[in-house]
């Protein structure tokens, strides 16, 4: 076809346009679906409730940690008995309809041994190719290591992040309440770990990536409330797949006693927080935003965490139609924290935008 020197023209400018957007978008991340200003949920019945063995009479499964691998479900867990001794427990099944049928595994029969244990999270370490389980001892994070998380006995012994013990900031702010909860998460160049205290604190520690387990320190005050019920415990962060934003959730008491979650969002996890849904009246998951067919088994929406796209340190989430695995508990049930009867249930999202 013959083209005039005015359409040639007009031609190499829309390609050369073209050329420039097409850099553009190769050079930035994908647009992601943006996360809604408040939020609407749907909520399972109770999925996993404690399995009680000779040596485990239980009372409690609850803190779970979820990562979807090899086409099955697997769940890391906190017990406790009925005289409010804690443990953990893992457990792995196909889909969320086998989960209350899926087998126990005690891990206190493993190497990670007798004791306090408590709180997990479980993540694909990809620099080592190793999965890490990161949970709470009373007086340190710990963690154990393997190759194989589909078997319960391969983890390693529990070996611990804070080589000194808690650092001074905590032992400055934490008054009385106690250092829990722990949470790791990497971006490109650093690990951080969070930690929560029960008074109003959020903290939040660093090292290399390529230095990680060890080296954590410049321990910082990452949120605090002067309520410090507003602030309690029990703080998931996630990066947003395809996007430079970060989600933090943290678990509040309400002024009804009753356990939600309040958010926040950053561009970066060493950042500033600034809230998203936050509030009783617009939290991220409580109550009065979850609906239940029949009868509500529980009012209490407390520590969970969400689904991941996926099982690597950066703990990616896709923005898209949120789901949360979380403890709840009958809203008739009283007594001792430690005896009170929690199971694990799923949230999952019904405004998503996308």
């Given at each position: 076809?013959?083209v005039t020197r005015r359409t040639?023209?007009?031609?190499?400018?829309?390609?050369?346009?073209?050329?420039?957007?097409?850099?553009?978008?190769?050079?930035?991340?994908?647009?992601?679906?943006?996360?809604?200003?408040?939020?609407?949920?749907?909520?399972?019945?109770?999925?996993?409730?404690?399995?009680?063995?000779?040596?485990?009479?239980?009372?409690?499964?609850?803190?779970?940690?979820?990562?979807?691998?090899?086409?099955?479900?697997?769940?890391?867990?906190?017990?406790?008995?009925?005289?409010?001794?804690?443990?953990?427990?893992?457990?792995?099944?196909?889909?969320?309809?086998?989960?209350?049928?899926?087998?126990?595994?005690?891990?206190?029969?493993?190497?990670?041994?007798?004791?306090?244990?408590?709180?997990?999270?479980?993540?694909?370490?990809?620099?080592?190719?190793?999965?890490?389980?990161?949970?709470?001892?009373?007086?340190?994070?710990?963690?154990?290591?393997?190759?194989?998380?589909?078997?319960?006995?391969?983890?390693?012994?529990?070996?611990?992040?804070?080589?000194?013990?808690?650092?001074?900031?905590?032992?400055?702010?934490?008054?009385?309440?106690?250092?829990?909860?722990?949470?790791?998460?990497?971006?490109?160049?650093?690990?951080?770990?969070?930690?929560?205290?029960?008074?109003?604190h959020l903290y939040r520690s660093?090292?290399?990536?390529?230095?990680?387990?060890?080296?954590?320190?410049?321990?910082?005050?990452?949120?605090?409330?002067?309520?410090?019920?507003?602030?309690?415990?029990?703080?998931?962060?996630?990066?947003?797949?395809?996007?430079?934003?970060?989600?933090?959730?943290?678990?509040?008491?309400?002024?009804?006693?009753?356990?939600?979650?309040?958010?926040?969002?950053?561009?970066?996890?060493?950042?500033?927080?600034?809230?998203?849904?936050?509030?009783?009246?617009?939290?991220?998951?409580?109550?009065?935003?979850?609906?239940?067919?029949?009868?509500?088994?529980?009012?209490?929406?407390?520590?969970?965490?969400?689904?991941?796209?996926?099982?690597?340190?950066?703990?990616?989430?896709?923005?898209?139609?949120?789901?949360?695995?979380?403890?709840?508990?009958?809203?008739?049930?009283?007594?001792?924290?430690?005896?009170?009867?929690?199971?694990?249930?799923?949230?999952?999202?019904?405004?998503?935008?996308c």
């Amino acid at each position: 076809m013959r083209v005039t020197r005015r359409t040639g023209i007009l031609a190499g400018g829309l390609a050369l346009l073209w050329g420039v957007i097409l850099t553009a978008l190769a050079a930035s991340p994908a647009s992601a679906a943006p996360l809604p200003g408040s939020f609407q949920w749907n909520s399972s019945g109770v999925l996993i409730s404690p399995k009680s063995d000779a040596s485990h009479q239980l009372s409690a499964v609850k803190d779970p940690s979820v990562v979807y691998h090899n086409g099955r479900w697997h769940v890391f867990a906190s017990t406790t008995t009925t005289n409010g001794t804690y443990s953990m427990v893992y457990l792995n099944f196909p889909s969320w309809q086998e989960a209350g049928a899926a087998q126990h595994h005690y891990l206190d029969q493993t190497a990670i041994g007798p004791g306090y244990k408590a709180a997990p999270q479980v993540f694909w370490f990809e620099p080592q190719k190793l999965w890490y389980l990161v949970y709470q001892t009373g007086d340190n994070a710990a963690y154990s290591t393997t190759t194989d998380i589909s078997n319960p006995r391969s983890w390693t012994a529990p070996k611990k992040f804070y080589a000194n013990g808690m650092p001074q900031i905590i032992k400055d702010n934490i008054g009385s309440g106690y250092w829990v909860d722990f949470w790791v998460i990497c971006d490109s160049a650093k690990c951080y770990l969070f930690s929560s205290d029960d008074n109003g604190h959020l903290y939040r520690s660093e090292t290399t990536l390529a230095n990680y387990p060890n080296g954590f320190t410049n321990t910082v005050i990452a949120l605090q409330d002067s309520n410090k019920y507003r602030l309690w415990e029990a703080s998931n962060v996630y990066k947003l797949k395809d996007s430079d934003t970060y989600l933090l959730l943290n678990e509040a008491i309400g002024g009804d006693g009753k356990r939600y979650f309040r958010s926040w969002t950053s561009n970066r996890i060493n950042g500033s927080w600034t809230p998203l849904a936050d509030t009783e009246s617009n939290p991220f998951a409580r109550s009065n935003n979850v609906a239940f067919s029949g009868t509500p088994w529980t009012r209490d929406i407390s520590h969970g965490e969400m689904v991941r796209h996926y099982n690597n340190q950066t703990l990616t989430i896709n923005p898209c139609r949120l789901q949360f695995l979380y403890q709840g508990m009958n809203p008739s049930a009283s007594g001792p924290y430690n005896t009170l009867p929690w199971r694990l249930g799923l949230l999952t999202q019904t405004n998503s935008p996308c």
